[in-house]
T-cell receptor, first 115, second 116 residues
Framework: AQSVTQLGSHVSVSEGALVLLRCNYS??????LFWYVQYPNQGLQLLLK??????LVKGINGFEAEFKKSETSFHLTKPSAHMSDAAEYFC?????????????FGTGTRLLVSP | DAGVIQSPRHEVTEMGQEVTLRCKPI?????LFWYRQTMMRGLELLIY????????DSGMPEDRFSAKMPNASFSTLKIQPSEPRDSAVYFC??????????????FGQGTRLTVV
């Protein structure tokens, strides 16, 4: 069964600093990978997704992620953090066997941005 | 479109009572999902429907949980009887029937359930 592991339940950065949120996946077949963001008291919003096209995926709000098969990773980055990026971020995986709609989420990483 | 609409936003109930959570998916979406979010277990898929038919309910924790989708614009998740360990945020999401590379699940704002 597929799964994702997010390293670090909390990540703190200063405004303007690089954001790096880590995600490693486990899947027996080529996966689809997703990053979602959750703002306080809100539902989840899709940031970006990898579906076996380009390995570097660009998303909304300046975020991007790179699929690295050799490292089974899909880390999320943003060159310069903004205060409005403070939220919880979830990595998720699905695969062609179970259907792309059936997402398995990681435990989430809370991003804290200080002035 | 107003997005996925869930009601109520907050529910506090006593142990043993029946709880019904409601969801209106985005019009035209063929898939509907119910997720549960807790501190201990994170986000778990409980059940999902395709064209109002339950496809996979393997995530439903116990027989106390049931979900229905009587038509394309409405779904319910019922817990009977409720227990304190059911306290969580329950999300509904919907997605259209498109090819895999174009799919996206749209989430509602969730229902925060507290069972005391």
């Amino acid at each position: 069964a597929q799964s994702v592991t997010q390293l670090g339940s909390h990540v703190s950065v200063s405004e303007g600093a690089l954001v790096l949120l880590r995600c490693n996946y486990s899947s027996s077949v080529p996966p689809y990978l997703f990053w979602y963001v959750q703002y306080p008291n809100q539902g989840l919003q899709l940031l970006l997704k990898y579906t076996s096209a380009a390995t570097l995926v660009k998303g909304i709000n300046g975020f991007e992620a790179e699929f690295k098969k050799s490292e089974t990773s899909f880390h999320l980055t943003k060159p310069s953090a903004h205060m409005s990026d403070a939220a919880e971020y979830f990595c998720a995986v699905s695969d062609r066997n179970t259907g792309f709609q059936k997402l398995v989420f990681g435990t989430g990483t809370r991003l804290l941005v200080s002035p | 479109d107003a997005g996925v609409i869930q009601s109520p936003r907050h529910e506090v109930t006593e142990m043993g009572q029946e709880v019904t959570l409601r969801c209106k998916p985005i019009s035209g979406h063929d898939y509907l999902f119910w997720y549960r979010q807790t501190m201990m277990r994170g986000l778990e898929l409980l059940i999902y429907f395709n064209n109002n038919v339950p496809i996979d309910d393997s995530g439903m924790p116990e027989d106390r949980f049931s979900a229905k989708m009587p038509n394309a614009s409405f779904s319910t998740l019922k817990i009977q009887p409720s227990e304190p360990r059911d306290s969580a945020v329950y999300f509904c999401a919907s997605s259209p029937l498109v090819s895999g590379v174009d799919t996206e699940a749209f989430f509602g704002q969730g229902t925060r359930l507290t069972v005391v």
